[in-house]
């Protein structure tokens, strides 16, 4: 079982930054995928960003430029810097992993951005 803990959310300013972890803790083997994920209030959640064990990065268009994933393997830990944030990037945003053909989320943190 693998258990994924967010922190970092909360409430900013346009233009403003913030910074998202996540944690994942239990039985963790080989390389895995984490990634994050966003769900705005009626709307589907979406991919923000996503990043392997290897280091091959993947981003939702609307974020590139801004948004940058990192990873620390010896941690398991996934970060999310996000500069230049937008009212649009309001969001409940998710951890997830996929690890051993399984599928991992975390419970959610709010990303709230004023105008």
């Known amino acids: 079982q693998v258990q994924l803990v967010e922190s970092g959310g909360g409430l900013v300013q346009a233009g403003g930054s913030l910074r998202l972890s996540c944690a994942a803790s239990g039985s963790i083997f080989g390389d895995n995928v984490m990634g994050w994920y966003r769900q705005a209030p009626g709307k589907q959640r979406e991919l923000v960003a996503s990043?392997?064990?290897?280091?091959?990065?993947n981003y939702l268009d609307s974020v590139k430029g801004r948004f940058t994933i990192s990873r620390d393997n010896a941690k398991n830990t996934v970060y999310l810097q996000m500069n230049s944030l937008k009212p649009e990037d309001t969001a409940v945003y998710y951890c997830?992993?996929?690890?051993?053909?399984?599928?991992?989320w975390g419970q959610g943190t709010q990303v709230t951005v004023s105008s």
């Open positions: 990043i392997a064990t290897g280091g091959s990065t």
């Open positions: 997830r992993m996929i690890a051993t053909g399984r599928l991992y």
